[in-house]
C-alpha cells in the first residue's frame, strides 16, 4: 500500500515510521511519501526515516517531497498532521489569553480556537487535493488538533475521513500496566468529546474492574491525571488530563503565568531531535522523542490504519459522526468513542447515557465548536465573537471581545478573511 503523511517534516514522524517497521506485519507498507513545505525539515525527517526502515529490515521505500499532489497521488490512506504557523503561533496561543484571565493551551479554550481558525482551510484545501488524486477509497485519517472541530469540517464536506488521539491510547497502556495485563486486553468505555472525554469503565475479561482501580490505585490515578482524589471519587470515573482546564481552571492559569510555553519547550526538544536526525548514524527513535509528546501516537496510527483497509473489524477510540450515540448531540456532530472500524466505515459502539453534568459540559462546549468551524469556514469577526462567547472558559462578552481582538492580531496572516 501507498500511505502518506501530509506534515511529513514534523519531529512527530519518525515516532511514526518506528511504529510502521515494528509493526510492518499488521500495515504492509509499499511506499511512504512524507510531504511538508519545509526542505531543510523534509530533508532530515525523510533521511532517518529511510534509514529507520533499512536498519529495521522494513522493505517500503521512503519519498520525502514537497509536492502534495505527487505525495498523495494513488495513496490508499493519508494521514494529516499539520501545525499551521508553527511553533511561533502555539506559543501565541499558549499566552494571548492569558491578558483575559484564561488559560492559554493550543487545543482547549481561546488558545485552541485560534488553531481552529488557522488550521481548518488549509485542512481543507489539503483535502481537495486527496478526494482528486488518490484512490477513490481512501481514508483520510486526521492528526491535526483540534481533532473534533477538523474531523467535523472534513467530514462535512463529504471526506471520508475519521478522526485519531492518543489519549485514549495512553489511558489503555496505563491500565493495563497498573493491572499488569496486556493492552489488548484492556477496554475502554470512553465517552465525550476530542480532549473532554472520561474513562467511565475499564474492561478486562469482560467485567469492569474500574471500581477496583478507584479504590486500590485513586491515589496515583489522581497524580497523572492532577485531579484531587475526591473529585475522582465523587464523578465515579477518570477524567481526562485535558479537564483539569474546566475542573482547575484558576489553579491552571496561576501555574502557566509562573513557567515556560509548551511550545518553547517543544522548541528545545526539536532543536535537539533535528541534530539528531541529520546524524547518518541515527537509524532507529531517539529517545528524546518521548519529550516532544504524542505518546502511543504510532500504535493507534498502526492499528487504525490496518483496521481501515484490511477489513479487521475490531473496537478503537476514534472522532467520527454521533448519529444519535450521544442523544443530546445533532447527529453530524463529531464524537470520541469506542467504535468498531473496519473496511467500510467506523460505527460506534452504544453508550449507556450520561449522568447531567457530563451530558451538560459536553454539550455546552459541542456549541462552542459548532459556532468555531463555522467561522473558521466562514470567516467574519463577528462569527468569532459569537464562538469566543460560547466557550464555557470564556463566557463573557467583554472578555470575547477583548480575546477576538487579540486573536485576530496575532494570526493576521493566517485568516484570510482579516487581512
Not at 465523587?234 to 509548551?262: I, K
Request: aromatic fraction near 6%; charge should be negative; charged fraction near 25%.
Amino acid at each position: 500500500m501507498k500511505l502518506a503523511v501530509v506534515g511529513g517534516g514534523s519531529t512527530y514522524t519518525p515516532e511514526l515510521v518506528d511504529g510502521f517497521a515494528r509493526l510492518r506485519d499488521l500495515l504492509p507498507i509499499e511506499e511512504l511519501w512524507l510531504v511538508d513545505t519545509d526542505p531543510e525539515r523534509l530533508r532530515l525527517v525523510g533521511g532517518v526515516s529511510e534509514r529507520m526502515f533499512r536498519a529495521a529490515g522494513h522493505p517500503g521505500r521512503v519519498v520525502p517531497t514537497s509536492d502534495l499532489v505527487a505525495g498523495v497521488a494513488d495513496a490508499d490512506a493519508v494521514l494529516i498532521q499539520l501545525r499551521v504557523g508553527g511553533q511561533a503561533a502555539r506559543h501565541g496561543d499558549e499566552t494571548f489569553p492569558h491578558e483575559c484571565g484564561c488559560i492559554g493551551q493550543e487545543t482547549t479554550g481561546p488558545g485552541g480556537f485560534a488553531k481552529a481558525l488557522r488550521t481548518v482551510p488549509v485542512v481543507l484545501s489539503v483535502a481537495e487535493v486527496i478526494r482528486k488524486h488518490a484512490k477513490p477509497d481512501a481514508w483520510i485519517v486526521d492528526f491535526t488538533n483540534p481533532v473534533g472541530i477538523v474531523t467535523r469540517a472534513l467530514l462535512q464536506e463529504g471526506h471520508r475521513a475519521v478522526g485519531l488521539c492518543n489519549v485514549a491510547i495512553g489511558f489503555q497502556r496505563r491500565f493495563a500496566a497498573l493491572l499488569d495485563v496486556a493492552p489488548a486486553e484492556v477496554g475502554l468505555g470512553h465517552v465525550g468529546l476530542n480532549h473532554l472525554t472520561w474513562e467511565r469503565s475499564v474492561t478486562v475479561g469482560g467485567r469492569d474492574v474500574l471500581p477496583e482501580l478507584l479504590s486500590t490505585r485513586l491515589p496515583q490515578l489522581a497524580e497523572e491525571i492532577e485531579l484531587p482524589a475526591s473529585l475522582i471519587r465523587l464523578l465515579g470515573n477518570v477524567p481526562s488530563y485535558y479537564l483539569r482546564y474546566y475542573y482547575a481552571h484558576d489553579e491552571v492559569l496561576r501555574e502557566q503565568l509562573d513557567a515556560p510555553t509548551r511550545a518553547e519547550a517543544v522548541q528545545r526538544v526539536e532543536r535537539e531531535l533535528l541534530e539528531l536526525y541529520a546524524d547518518p548514524s541515527v537509524d532507529t527513535k531517539p529517545e528524546q522523542l518521548a519529550q516532544r509528546g504524542g505518546a502511543f501516537y504510532s500504535e493507534a496510527a498502526v492499528d487504525l490504519l490496518a483496521s481501515l483497509t484490511s477489513d479487521r473489524g475490531d473496537v478503537q477510540v476514534v472522532n467520527l459522526r454521533n448519529d444519535g450515540t450521544l442523544p443530546f448531540l445533532p447527529d453530524d456532530h463529531v464524537i470520541e468513542v469506542p467504535a468498531t472500524v473496519g473496511a467500510t466505515g467506523v460505527h460506534a459502539q452504544q453508550i449507556a447515557p450520561l449522568p447531567d453534568d457530563m451530558a451538560g459540559l459536553i454539550g455546552h462546549v459541542a456549541g462552542y465548536e459548532r459556532l468555531a468551524l463555522d467561522a473558521a469556514v466562514h470567516g467574519g469577526r463577528d462569527r468569532v465573537v459569537r464562538a469566543m462567547l460560547a466557550h464555557p472558559l470564556v463566557g463573557q462578552y467583554d472578555r470575547a471581545e477583548k480575546l477576538t481582538d487579540l486573536l485576530i492580531a496575532r494570526n493576521h496572516q493566517h485568516l484570510a478573511w482579516a487581512r
